[in-house]
């Protein structure tokens, strides 16, 4: 039944009325149930997942939401002969299905949340190219109480007195316990807020190969000018190991420009803005080595030209 409701939902995007019934029937349902588990299909794979869960509701919308992975995975391939990707803030696999392209690719997924990882370890049960790891990422060792937040597919994880006990650790340390891993060529951080962080404790392992480094660039609950601080703050650091340049992207998938790690005053405006408008304004960035950012770039602009009509 949960699955029926969720496909009319998406069947109905198209009709006003007819989708704002099946939106809010599934809405009381989540709370009826207290959010049930279901199996829908996204990136050519059946997952479970919650119903409240919004990523199939966004790809029916949206026709750039969550591509970037898929033609990401076909450029790493082409260029080095395999995918091997850290997939921190795995969620329930939706990042790992985007990317799993060849029989071949490898991952490391990276969960936190027991609700998010107990679907995680469904979707990819007995995949010996999927390894899981219960664990959050930041730039140091600990162990702490969080209170976890979900909604709509999401979660967010805060410092309480009372709350769910979960290890933190560096990339950096997870990696030399998972030596199969050191060479990944790609790493994909979601982490609603400790996305900074993750890079912070993973800079030894990106200076060996400079992988491509998929992240978000939002503010969270980190203050405002923590905020425009550590993300400029970051992007230094990552041209202090070694990397060039950048992507900017939109949170609906549409390619917003190239930036150069050198020069700064551009983007910088864009987290004014970001900052200081009252519209929620979510951008990913995604930092590759110089002479494959560019190659990537030609590529990206000519998906966009192609699906918007627009001539080079």
């Given at each position: 039944?949960?699955?029926?409701?969720?496909?009319?939902?998406?069947?109905?995007?198209?009709?006003?009325?007819?989708?704002?019934?099946?939106?809010?029937?599934?809405?009381?349902?989540?709370?009826?149930?207290?959010?049930?588990?279901?199996?829908?299909?996204?990136?050519d794979?059946?997952?479970?997942?919650?119903?409240?869960?919004?990523?199939?509701?966004?790809?029916?919308?949206?026709?750039?939401?969550?591509k970037?992975?898929?033609?990401?995975?076909?450029?790493?391939?082409?260029?080095?002969?395999?995918?091997?990707?850290?997939?921190v803030?795995?969620?329930?696999?939706?990042?790992?299905?985007?990317?799993?392209?060849?029989?071949?690719?490898?991952?490391?997924?990276?969960?936190p949340?027991?609700?998010?990882?107990?679907?995680?370890?469904?979707n990819?049960?007995?995949?010996?190219?999927v390894?899981?790891?219960?664990?959050?990422?930041?730039?140091?060792?600990?162990?702490?109480?969080?209170?976890?937040?979900?909604?709509?597919?999401?979660?967010?994880?805060?410092?309480?007195?009372?709350?769910?006990?979960?290890?933190?650790?560096?990339?950096?340390?997870?990696?030399?316990?998972?030596?199969?891993?050191?060479?990944?060529?790609?790493?994909?951080?979601?982490?609603?807020?400790?996305?900074?962080?993750?890079?912070?404790?993973?800079?030894?392992?990106?200076?060996?190969?400079?992988?491509?480094?998929?992240?978000?660039?939002?503010?969270?609950?980190?203050?405002?000018?923590?905020?425009?601080?550590?993300?400029?703050?970051?992007?230094?650091?990552?041209?202090?190991?070694?990397?060039?340049?950048?992507?900017?992207?939109?949170?609906?998938?549409?390619?917003?420009?190239?930036?150069?790690?050198?020069?700064?005053?551009?983007?910088?405006q864009?987290?004014?803005y970001?900052?200081?408008?009252?519209?929620?304004?979510?951008?990913?960035?995604?930092?590759?080595?110089?002479?494959?950012?560019?190659?990537?770039?030609?590529?990206?602009?000519?998906?966009?030209?192609?699906n918007?009509?627009?001539?080079?």
């Amino acid at each position: 039944m949960f699955n029926f409701v969720y496909k009319l939902m998406l069947g109905s995007v198209k009709s006003r009325l007819s989708f704002h019934f099946w939106y809010h029937l599934k809405r009381f349902i989540v709370i009826l149930f207290k959010d049930p588990p279901c199996r829908m299909k996204v990136h050519d794979r059946t997952m479970s997942m919650p119903l409240s869960h919004a990523l199939p509701l966004s790809l029916a919308l949206y026709p750039f939401y969550d591509k970037l992975p898929c033609r990401l995975s076909d450029f790493i391939y082409q260029k080095y002969g395999n995918l091997k990707l850290i997939d921190v803030g795995a969620n329930i696999g939706d990042t790992v299905a985007a990317f799993y392209r060849r029989n071949d690719d490898k991952f490391l997924a990276i969960e936190p949340n027991p609700h998010f990882i107990s679907y995680l370890r469904k979707n990819f049960a007995d995949d010996s190219n999927v390894e899981i790891i219960s664990c959050m990422c930041s730039s140091g060792e600990s162990q702490d109480l969080y209170r976890i937040h979900e909604l709509s597919g999401t979660s967010s994880l805060q410092k309480a007195e009372k709350g769910t006990q979960i290890s933190s650790k560096t990339i950096d340390d997870l990696l030399n316990e998972n030596s199969a891993f050191l060479d990944f060529n790609v790493m994909k951080i979601d982490t609603d807020g400790y996305d900074l962080e993750v890079i912070a404790g993973s800079i030894n392992s990106l200076n060996k190969n400079l992988p491509a480094i998929l992240f978000e660039c939002e503010c969270f609950d980190n203050g405002d000018s923590n905020y425009y601080d550590d993300c400029i703050n970051t992007l230094y650091l990552l041209k202090d190991v070694g990397y060039d340049s950048f992507l900017l992207y939109d949170r609906f998938g549409y390619l917003m420009g190239y930036h150069s790690l050198n020069d700064l005053s551009h983007f910088k405006q864009i987290l004014m803005y970001q900052l200081s408008s009252n519209i929620l304004i979510n951008t990913d960035i995604l930092v590759m080595k110089k002479e494959d950012v560019e190659s990537f770039y030609a590529e990206e602009k000519s998906v966009f030209y192609k699906n918007t009509n627009l001539s080079e």
